[in-house]
């Protein structure tokens, strides 16, 4: 399955209000944890599978990247993306991630945000990964948290006031296909336990460098309605990686 709901027109427009949509990296509650795992991007080649917008795209071109290539199955997505950017090291390609089908040694670095808990085949995508890095290539990605995906419909259970009372966990050994609720529409995505994370990049050619759990920055637990809830379960999980064999 390739998930797509990202081109349903409702959706899209619902997708497109969000802070980070709008905003962008700084607006991400993540994004001050996730930056501290990039590499030195100077004449790096450099692939983001799942590129929505192009944030992270158009910072490693402008931090010294060679070339970026960032490719999403969303054809709204890049519409977007390719109307933000005006750095012609950047390009985009419309393209799902199961489908990554590129010669050894194109890439130097592969970046992801939020897209592999879009897909069943994250061993799949690892080993094509891999396949397609240099030598000692980083590999940083970042994912919803088991502890976030495990019980499915990825909301707050509220007391009688509607406040929220406690986040709930369950079947957090039961991998595989959830059926989550996300601004306000049916979306399918796909559960696996942190074991199973970590374990598939050690088995697929990568040494594990960094994992971080990251709260959000302090300037959005100070501003933004709601964040300071964040703070009560893990919603994203961070990886950083390096090729090995």
């Known amino acids: 399955m390739k998930e797509n709901k990202y081109d349903d027109a409702e959706f899209f427009a619902a ?10 990296l700084q607006a991400a509650g993540e994004w001050h944890e996730f930056k501290q795992l990039l590499p030195n991007f100077t004449d790096q080649r450099v692939l983001d599978i799942g590129c929505g917008f192009g944030w992270h795209c158009r910072y490693a071109a402008d931090n010294g990247a060679q070339s970026v290539l960032g490719i999403d199955l969303s054809e709204k997505m890049l519409q977007v993306a390719a109307q933000k950017t005006n750095n012609p090291k950047v390009h985009y390609q419309q393209m799902a991630m199961e489908d990554l089908d590129f010669v050894p040694n194109s890439f130097d670095v592969v970046l ?8 069943p085949n994250f061993s799949d995508i690892c080993r094509k990964i891999n396949g397609c890095l240099t030598a000692n290539g980083k590999f940083i990605f970042s994912v919803e948290h088991p502890v976030f995906t495990a019980e499915g419909h990825q909301d707050w259970v509220y007391d009688q006031q509607g406040n929220p009372k406690y986040w709930p966990v369950d079947h ?22 942190l074991t199973t994370y970590l374990n598939t990049l050690l088995q697929t050619g990568f040494n594990l460098t960094k994992i971080v759990e990251p709260m959000p920055a302090a300037d959005l637990l100070a ?11 893990p919603m994203m999980l ?6 090995t064999k």
């Open 15 to 24: 997708y497109s209000k969000f802070p980070r949509s709008v905003d962008g």
């Open 223 to 233: 501003t933004v309605p709601g964040m300071k809830d964040e703070l009560r379960r």
């Open 238 to 243: 961070l990886v950083a990686a390096e090729k």
């Open 112 to 119: 992801s945000s939020l897209a592999f808990h879009y897909t």
């Open 172 to 193: 957090y050994f039961n991998e595989g296909q959830r059926d989550a609720i996300f601004l306000g529409q049916h979306v399918t995505k796909y559960h696996r336990t």
